[in-house]
């Protein structure tokens, strides 16, 4: 974490802690999201700024983070209110295994907003047709602290390699992997995230014909086998979804959730779920991924509670029972 960012956190998490200041101000509360390049980010940015319009009194500011794993260290530090992670990070979390050995983060769940896709981008002509043709090759596993990083290490297990040793591993987000693959300094990167990626997305536009999609669906087993709770399916980026990738490819799918520490006051939580569902209009202008919001599925595939104000609202809706 860069010092800016740490002392804008840690501002952030002061007004929190203390409320309303004595002049009566806005509280201010902290959206942790991800990369530029990916999907989280200007997803938070636009929910940061219909919570302003939306909920008197709170003033929200979307964060750049390394994503999945540094957002809910945030959360368990109370440097950041609100946050959006990968349903499998969360779970370790959760139980305090994995990148939280150090014990278990206090979180509750707002939603399960959309699924993230995990994208294997490599060269055509590279000799990567599967996950294993990955050994030996210079490969990036996301950006350290990412949900990215925790899938790609996954998966490359589950394909029988040794992520430390059989890859030469680097640690890029989603804009750097593509620009590095670009220029020729990587083989192959992985990015977990929602359709299309706009860093992706660039890249295959600008590369057209001279790259492909590696999938690896046919490892859902014996991911769920080893890591449980079912958190991992078989999902489909169909064809065309990226400029010269005109057929299917089966990936590995894993659910985003948007969390909150517990103790986060009920309104407050039940105010934000609302926006959620209320604006949603507004944050699918922002980024398509928005439209896979749906109040049946939001109460589904969270491996944590929901927080008792999101409860309300769903209660309020006719989706959960009281």
Known sequence: MTGCRFVAWAACALAVACGPGPDGGPRRISIATGGTGG??????????????????????????TSASVD???????????????????????????????????PVAALAVLYTNYTHIVARAGSGIARVGDLRGKVVSTGSAGSGTEVI????????????????????????????????????AFFWSGGLPTAAVLDLFHALSGRLHL????????????????????????????????PGDTTVVGVSNVLVVHPSM???????ITRVLFDRRADLEAVH????????????SGSPVTFHSGARRFYVERGVLED
Not at 155 to 184: C, F, H, K, N, T
């Open 39 to 64: 999907v989280y980010y200007p997803l938070g940015g636009a929910l940061a700024r219909l919570i302003g319009e939306s909920v008197p009194g709170v003033e929200a500011t979307a964060e750049v």
């Open 71 to 105: 957002n809910l260290k945030l959360i368990r530090t109370r440097q950041a209110d609100v946050a959006f992670t990968l349903a499998d990070s969360l779970h370790d979390a959760h139980l305090g295994r994995g990148s939280f050995a150090g014990g278990s983060v």
């Open 152 to 187: 790609a290490l996954r998966i490359l297990e589950a394909a029988g390699l040794d992520p430390r040793a059989e890859v030469r591993a680097q640690s890029l987000g989603a804009g750097p992997s593509a620009d590095a693959l670009r220029d020729g300094k990587l083989d």
């Open 214 to 245: 590696v999938p690896s669906g046919e490892l859902v087993e014996a991911l769920n086998t080893k890591h449980g709770a079912s958190l991992y399916r078989r999902v489909v980026i169909a064809g065309g979804v990226y400029p010269g990738v």
């Open 265 to 271: 006051p009920e309104d407050l939580a039940y105010r």
């Open 288 to 299: 398509g991924e928005a439209r896979n919001l749906r109040l049946e599925t939001a109460v």
